[in-house]
């Protein structure tokens, strides 16, 4: 568990708004932030520039990260779903468990929109679909030109079965009409070894891990999952700009939560924390510097859980997923 209380005078020197009058925080224990993942990716990255801010706003407040990885983030969500409402638990989660795994894992205990406090969204976390350069594939085209030309020949690989980026796959395969295996990997960093080095063919990876290998050809990204081309990756064109695979679009994102029942005062100055971040240049550099793109401040995420269910849904029913 690492402490991330800024100094006072490292908040100010960071962020004008932590100038502004700071609601004041009960000092009885620290805030402890759950992140579902191991330390070094995304969601961590995200977690960890949140809790900072917050903890630099939030007037006596001490804010602490606990990752708990595991089961693409449901063991970290049900223990946080069974918390108690202090507003001295919250979470920094990603699509996975607040959408995707309720689908395919039995043991999963909590509804995600029901069983949270939703308090807004972070940022979107785009997903490259990226190929080994031993392949010899450029691009969409040399890519839907080899795999049709040897069907069942190919793998792709994602962070596991039911994550995000499991679906991103299966929606290209059904937009596509392409027969390839899927290979579930315990996270991103085996992943990443065997795709590099040859031993995978394709792969579904998020933006933060893809990016250093991409900028020196270690990997070729085909293509970004989002429905336009991502702030993140500027020149990779989307893959729904693939005349065979328009209407292409699954992304993955990460939010703030506590337990269900916080109360709303307290929820108020989380959600206040978290419009400040993401109006803060500095925090939002964080998260672009990390490949996130930062979150409006807008976005109704019990309507973005329900609008993904319904596509995971049918994803399910196609690819005939099961944990």
Request: net charge positive; aromatic share 6%.
């Amino acid at each position: 568990m690492n402490l991330t209380r800024r100094s006072l005078l490292g908040a100010l020197a960071a962020s004008p708004l932590a100038l502004q009058a700071q609601p004041a925080w009960p000092t009885a224990k620290p805030i402890k932030m759950v992140v579902g993942y191991a330390p070094g990716g995304s969601v961590d990255l995200a977690c960890r520039a949140t809790a900072d801010f917050l903890a630099s706003r939030l007037a006596g407040a001490i804010v602490t990260v606990e990752n708990m990885s595991g089961a693409a983030g449901v063991i970290a969500a049900q223990r946080v779903s069974q918390s108690p409402a202090d507003g001295f638990t919250l979470m920094v989660g990603s699509s996975n468990e607040f959408c995707a795994t309720a689908h395919v894992n039995p043991a999963q205990k909590y509804d995600p929109v029901q069983g949270f406090t939703h308090l807004g969204m972070v940022s979107e976390s785009p997903v490259l679909f990226v190929a080994s350069p031993k392949l010899g594939v450029k691009n969409m085209d040399e890519f839907l030109a080899l795999v049709k030309k040897h069907p069942g020949k190919y793998s792709y690989g994602s962070s596991g079965v039911g994550s995000t980026l499991h679906f991103a796959g299966e929606l290209l395969k059904k937009r596509g009409g392409l027969f390839m295996s899927h290979i579930p990997y315990r996270g991103t960093a085996p992943l990443l070894t065997d795709l590099v080095g040859g031993n995978l063919d394709f792969a579904m990876i998020t933006t933060t891990a893809a990016n250093p290998f991409v900028a020196n050809a270690r990997l070729v990204a085909l293509g970004v999952t989002s429905a336009r081309r991502s702030p993140a990756a500027p020149n990779v064109p989307a893959i729904a700009e693939h005349p065979a695979l328009s209407g292409y679009e699954l992304t993955g994102w990460l939010s703030l939560a506590a337990p269900r029942g916080l109360p709303p005062e307290t929820a108020e100055k989380l959600r206040a924390g978290l419009r400040a971040a993401l109006q803060d240049a500095a925090y939002r550099r964080r998260l672009e510097d990390g490949g996130l793109v930062p979150a409006s401040g807008n976005e109704d995420i019990a309507a973005i859980i329900q609008k993904d269910g319904r596509k995971y849904a049918e994803l399910v029913k196609f690819a005939n997923i099961k944990d």
